[in-house]
């Protein structure tokens, strides 16, 4: 089309919008409206306030919490107890808190013949009960004798992982990666890094989260759960930013908007989970986080 042709045409283009009254973005379409993304605020047993099940449930009900993450052993050992207690609730399990005896990296075949026991009973229990994935660290700093920090041992890392995901997703749920500080672990201190693994596990039953306290590593909280996208990310955990209390517990530090945005831009569908401490009183705290959460979720 010549330069003439175009102009012709676009002008009456122009001339039947002005006719019909409309913008001329009527004819370009608009941009769809973005879905409302839902903050899924999930408690451990021990953030929740009460005795039984029963009546941590009856709490976290009444502070709209939508998740409940147990610990590995605890839901093994008392899953029937856990089940019943969740009947009828708007409650569901969100990731499974380790829990699982040895490690992945050991060096010692008898400490890694009892992670794999463990962590496969463990797994059982999760997708029995519809969790999200089982949370995991290849190791921390204090398990020894440990494999060296080498590529040979990210190879192998890659390996064990892609078996263990594939029996985790014929269990209808999956591994979580989680990476820690380096004053925990010097493995995978970055949520990219445990994207990376994910990706090189090749196997659909590998994930990754990010955690708000042990993302004080990261140059980012938008970057490091971008990182790991829609494809790995399965899971958050949260924090106070100093001293890994309750939110807002710590003041103005305990900002997560960036974090947030991120999470919202990815429609994030899973949990949050808080893993922390508390200063104060508990009841009160826990309130007060609650809502600083959910305003923060809104100015994302």
């Known amino acids: 089309m010549d330069r003439r042709s175009f102009l012709k045409t676009t002008a009456v283009g122009a001339a039947a919008v002005a006719l019909a009254g409309g913008p001329a973005s009527v004819l370009t379409g608009c941009t769809p409206k973005k879905p409302k993304v839902a903050l899924n605020l999930s408690f ?8 039984s099940y029963a ?8 502070l709209g919490i939508v998740g409940y993450e147990p610990g590995g052993q605890e839901l093994v050992r008392r899953y029937d107890e856990i089940a019943k207690a969740l009947e009828g609730r708007n409650l569901k399990v969100s990731a499974i808190c380790a829990g699982f005896r040895g490690f992945i990296l050991a060096e010692d075949p ?15 229990a999760a997708g029995q009960i519809g969790s999200t994935g089982v949370i995991m660290v290849p190791a921390f700093n204090h398990q020894k004798p440990c494999m060296p920090h080498t590529i040979e041992t990210r190879n192998y890392l890659c390996a064990q992982l892609h078996e263990l995901g ?10 979580i990666l989680e990476p820690l500080n380096r004053g925990e672990a010097f493995y995978m201190r970055l949520v990219a890094d445990a994207a990376a693994i994910c990706r090189d596990s090749e196997s ?3 994930k990754c989260m990010g ?11 938008y970057g490091a759960l971008m990182s790991a996208g829609k494809q790995y990310l399965r899971h958050v955990h949260i924090a106070s930013r100093a001293r890994r209390v309750t939110p807002g517990e710590d003041g103005e530090v305990d900002n997560y908007v960036e974090g947030f945005r991120a999470m919202k831009e990815l429609e994030f569908p899973y949990y949050m989970s808080f893993e922390c401490g508390c200063a104060g009183d508990r009841k009160e705290a826990n309130a007060a986080a609650v809502e600083l959460l959910r305003q923060q979720w809104e100015q994302a």
């Open 166 to 175: 594939e029996y985790a997703l014929s269990k209808g749920t999956a591994v």
């Open 211 to 221: 955690d708000f306290w042990h993302m004080k590593e990261e140059t980012s909280d």
């Open 204 to 206: 659909e039953g590998v």
């Open 55 to 62: 009546e941590k449930f009856d709490y976290m009900e009444s």
């Open 110 to 124: 008898a400490v890694k013949a009892e992670f794999d026991s463990s962590m496969r009973e463990i797994i059982d």
């Open 44 to 51: 451990q047993t021990g953030i929740a306030v009460g005795e």
